[in-house]
T-cell receptor, first 112, second 113 residues
Framework: GQQVMQIPQYQHVQEGEDFTTYCNSSTTLSNIQWYKQRPGGHPVFLIQLVKSGEVKKQKRLTFQFGEAKKNSSLHITATQTTDVGTYFCAGRKLGGSEKLVFGKGMKLTVNP | NAGVTQTPKFQVLKTGQSMTLQCAQD?????MYWYRQDPGMGLRLIYYSASEGTTDKGEVPNGYNVSRLNKREFSLRLESAAPSQTSVYFCASKTRVLTDTQYFGPGTRLTVL
């Protein structure tokens, strides 16, 4: 079945550092979404990417959808303690049903 | 708007007991979902309902049943709870128009002893 893999699973950075996390699907996607879950909270939608090669920015966060629509990246600039949490990517298979397949998440911790 | 609500927030069961987790949304969404979240495993889909009157199995349906009572409500039932079902359960909903954005409820933390 469809699989979505996120790397790395854990990321520890110093406040102010930049880093990138990746999401790879075993199948071509209709779209890809990113969610953030704060400790003890529930996943909250961040962004959806639909077009091949699409790049979207939200303040210090930059999201990219690969040309083949099978992978995505999230780049965070000047990491802050408010960025702490687990980031999930989720994709719907092209021509697939109404369900999303989530990656296992990337847990971010920040050293102030 | 309350968004997606779930009850209860916390529950402790003994092995073999049954219970129903309730979920309701007030956003007029067509699709609803039940996920479980375990450490290091991400979000795994248990069941989903693409529209009122339909339900489909997800990745981990064994040991669970669901009911899409109406457009607003989607319940998850554990008939005979097992310790392996100790988890955090999230309900989510989405519209089928233009976007796949899912809106999550606050979750139910279930412990089975």
């Amino acid at each position: 079945g469809q699989q979505v893999m996120q790397i790395p699973q854990y990321q520890h950075v110093q406040e102010g550092e930049d880093f990138t996390t990746y999401c790879n699907s075993s199948t071509t996607l209709s779209n890809i979404q990113w969610y953030k879950q704060r400790p003890g909270g529930h996943p909250v939608f961040l962004i959806q990417l639909v077009k091949s090669g699409e790049v979207k920015k939200q303040k210090r966060l930059t999201f990219q959808f690969g040309e083949a629509k099978k992978n995505s990246s999230l780049h965070i600039t000047a990491t802050q303690t408010t960025d702490v949490g687990t980031y999930f990517c989720a994709g719907r298979k092209l021509g697939g049903s109404e369900k999303l397949v989530f990656g296992k998440g990337m847990k971010l911790t920040v050293n102030p | 708007n309350a968004g997606v609500t779930q009850t209860p927030k916390f529950q402790v069961l003994k092995t073999g007991q049954s219970m129903t987790l309730q979920c309701a949304q007030d956003m007029n969404h067509n699709s609803m979902y039940w996920y479980r979240q375990d450490p290091g495993m991400g979000l795994r889909l248990i069941y989903y309902s693409a529209s009122e009157g339909t339900t489909d199995k997800g990745e981990v349906p064994n040991g669970y049943n669901v009911s899409r009572l109406n457009k607003r409500e989607f319940s998850l039932r554990l008939e005979s709870a097992a310790p392996s079902q100790t988890s955090v359960y999230f309900c989510a909903s989405k519209t089928r128009v233009l976007t796949d954005t899912q809106y999550f409820g606050p979750g139910t933390r279930l412990t089975v002893l």
